[in-house]
């Protein structure tokens, strides 16, 4: 797999483009704001997007979906069935609060935890962990997992936005993603990379 980072909007949210080197099939996980980076990114590496990962549906991980569908036009939208409304709703997903625009947007297809998405030899696994938002999911690829905003390096995300929940997403990290191996390496939507095993030694919120 190949994968590269990009830090887009205000709120510099980690956006991240996967893709396999022999089909050149991408997959996109969080298009925030700024659809012109991620079209030039996308464009230096020749791939073809398949697909838009969604960790969860806040306004800043959301808001270049029209456009990148607008110009790819056989792309299509992934988010877990328990945030199918708040993609759609702007007051849901909070980007009529937080965001320039209001952003609505409908997800092509809904799916469960462990659902494994493929760009070519890759597998892109689902693990569903609620808590940051009702359909919070992370991705493993390997030994490499996005976490959304569920596990930051030395934190975790918020739970104090409307359908948050601090008790379900300290289970949600300690039974789904502590399990894990140590020496995955954790990219979170915001800020710095970490490992799990880090997290499991350091982490004051766990």
């Known amino acids: 797999m190949e994968f590269k980072k990009l830090e887009l909007g205000f709120g510099q949210m980690n956006s991240y483009i ?38 969860h549906s806040h306004g800043d991980h959301i808001g270049a979906i029209k456009e990148l569908k607008d110009k790819y ?4 939208v992934y988010v877990h069935k328990d945030e199918e409304q708040m993609i ?12 320039m625009e209001p952003v609505s947007v409908k997800a092509d297809e809904t799916f469960e935890d462990g659902k494994v998405f493929t760009l070519g030899d890759i ?36 739970s104090d936005f409307y359908l948050g929940d601090q008790d379900q997403l300290i289970n949600s990290i300690k039974t ?9 390496v954790v990219y979170p939507g915001h800020g ?15």
């Open 192 to 206: 710095p990379e970490t490992t799990i095993g880090q997290e499991r030694e350091r982490n004051p919120f766990l």
């Open 88 to 99: 759609m709703d702007p007051v849901l997903n909070l980007s009529r609060l937080t965001q």
């Open 18 to 55: 996967l893709w396999d080197e022999k089909t050149k099939e991408g997959a996109i996980i969080d298009p925030g704001y700024d659809f012109y980076l991620i079209e030039k990114a996308l464009e230096e590496e020749n791939i073809v997007p398949k697909f838009i990962l969604l960790t």
């Open 73 to 76: 036009k056989d792309l299509k």
């Open 123 to 158: 597998e892109i696994k689902a693990i569903h962990t609620p808590g940051h938002s009702p359909g919070g999911t992370c991705y493993l690829v390997g030994n490499t997992l996005f976490s959304g905003d569920t596990l930051f390096k030395l934190s975790v995300g918020r």
């Open 176 to 184: 789904k993603l502590l399990t894990l191996d140590d020496d995955i």
